[in-house]
């Protein structure tokens, strides 16, 4: 059951990102600016300040990686702050049926991606614990 709600979730999940990522270099003008005064302003200022193309290339790069299942461990974590602002602008900027839709299954989607890798995760919560090693050897 995990298994095949990880492999929806991550191919859903890819996609969306690639296509979300895609949309904002193409010339058909695609990409959504938002339906209220705040989610507008938002967007534009991303995209005024350069940060938006940023962020469409980080979205690519993750959805590449994501549907192509490599580095999951790494990639469901780097969405995470992706998916922090995407939940925020459709919890907060945009609240709509639509949007509350969206912004949920985002969450759930990188939670999903996220959980067969917690063994992973669970040293950097109790990292004040360990050692420091300064060396430069990489094992």
Known sequence: MMRTLYH???MVFGGWYLF???EYFTPFDLQPLG????GQEFTLALIHSG???WVKVAEIAIAV???ADRLMPLVAAAAVPLTVVIAYWNFALEWGVVEVVF???TVLFNAVLLWPYRAYY???LTAWKGARDFTLRLD
């Open 35 to 38: 339906n209220t005064a705040l």
């Open 122 to 124: 669970r040293p950097m």
């Open 8 to 10: 929806v979730s991550r």
């Open 51 to 53: 940060l938006f193309a």
């Open 20 to 22: 979300s990522g895609v």
């Open 65 to 67: 990686l994501v549907l």
């Open 103 to 105: 912004g949920a299954l």
